[in-house]
């Protein structure tokens, strides 16, 4: 018998949200970036909702060898490049486009057989993560335009702090860091990851890089995903899989975290840390009982947690729980769990079962 929880995967959900993010920038061109199997989405089913968006751009490529072979004809972005000759031949063969960000990576490339390959020229212009130094650029540019193996060049950075209100000077230092180095080039650019698209309209430029709010979570630390009009595409729901009447006294799961006060019931759900659940999150955690809000009591467990049924009405076996998705926003439980709805949706564990509603 296998187990009630699932994630549902709405695809008409991730259609909508690409509308929206085309509402923020109708004339740049878009990657929809679909690394970590689509942040835990499915790959293929995700590229198949989004077919009609510019681009992908993910990191893994044996991912966008998969897309290719599937028939997706659009650019394949490869965000952290390649790391070895063979992979340059990968990436010519399956015609991809692939970012450089290491002098390195140059060498690479002029020592392979390759021929006429895409290539996106990362700068840093402050995350001090992936990316050449304002000083390495023109160098490389130079090396590159004079390369046989490089069709065209595309010019990119990444924003450290686009989410926060609080940082916009650190957004703008970037921004003009970017222009005046890249100023005397005449090559397209790409800056906006899903932060910046909804915040700096001056970053479009013509390419930008949603991820998270394409499935549907807020990429903002002081707007929700309905506040941006966005909607959840994973909905992650199990069910209570036993009841249990407590009396004042009474402790509830592993080290009796959660003591009772007072007469109450409790249910049992189908879901832990080991299905992706994190397992650190408090006592007062909201879930969703037959669409009613409850909450979470002590601590997660491998496959299961308690929840409180007190004053949900009717409650009984096998009655739907949402964890997060539709009603119960996945950045709220990434509040309670003090981390970001990325690695919420991304640690979704290969046991949990995916169904997917298709809009096509």
């Known amino acids: 018998m296998s187990r009630p929880i699932q994630a549902i995967i709405d695809h008409s959900a991730l ?15 878009i990657f929809a970036v679909l690394k970590a199997d689509a942040y835990g989405h499915g ?32 650019p394949i972005l490869l965000l952290e490049g390649f790391f070895s000759t063979m992979e340059i031949a990968l990436i010519e063969q399956y015609q991809l486009s692939t970012v450089i960000h290491h002098p390195e990576q140059v060498s690479m490339l002029t020592d392979s057989q390759s021929r006429k390959i895409d290539i996106f020229i990362k700068v840093n212009t402050g995350m001090n993560r992936l990316g050449l130094s304002p000083k390495q650029l023109p160098q490389v540019i130079q090396k590159l335009t004079n390369n046989q193996q490089v069709k065209n060049i595309t010019l990119m950075t990444h924003f450290a702090s686009a989410d926060d209100p609080h940082e916009k000077a650190s957004v703008f230092r970037q921004l003009q860091c970017f222009e005046v180095i890249t100023e005397k080039y ?40 309905t506040d941006l009009n966005l909607l959840p595409v994973m909905t992650l729901s199990s069910k209570i899989i036993a009841i249990h009447d407590l009396e004042a006294g009474d402790k509830v799961g592993y080290h009796g975290l959660f003591k009772a006060d007072y007469r109450m019931r409790i249910g049992i759900v189908a879901c832990g840390y080991a299905d992706g659940y994190p397992r650190h999150v408090p006592t007062g955690t909201p879930v969703l009982i037959n669409n009613q809000r409850g909450r979470l009591l002590g601590r997660v467990s491998m496959d299961m947690l308690a929840i409180d049924l007190t004053g949900i009405e009717n409650a009984k076996l096998g009655d739907p729980v949402v964890l997060w998705g539709k009603g119960m926003p996945v950045e709220e439980i990434a509040t309670y769990a003090e981390t970001s709805s990325y690695e919420l949706l991304c640690g979704l564990a290969a046991r949990v079962d995916r169904k997917f509603l298709k809009s096509f």
């Open 186 to 225: 005449n090559y397209p650019c790409s800056l906006a990851n899903s932060a910046a698209i909804v915040n700096y309209p001056e970053t479009h430029s013509d390419w930008v890089r949603p991820g998270i709010m394409l499935y549907g979570a807020s990429p903002l630390s002081d707007k929700t995903a």
């Open 15 to 29: 259609v909508h949200n690409l509308s929206i993010v085309r509402q923020y920038v109708p004339h740049t061109r």
């Open 43 to 74: 790959l293929l089913h995700t590229a198949n909702a989004l077919k009609n968006v510019d681009g992908f751009a993910l990191l893994e490529l044996d991912a966008a060898i998969t897309l290719r072979t599937a028939g997706y004809q659009q």
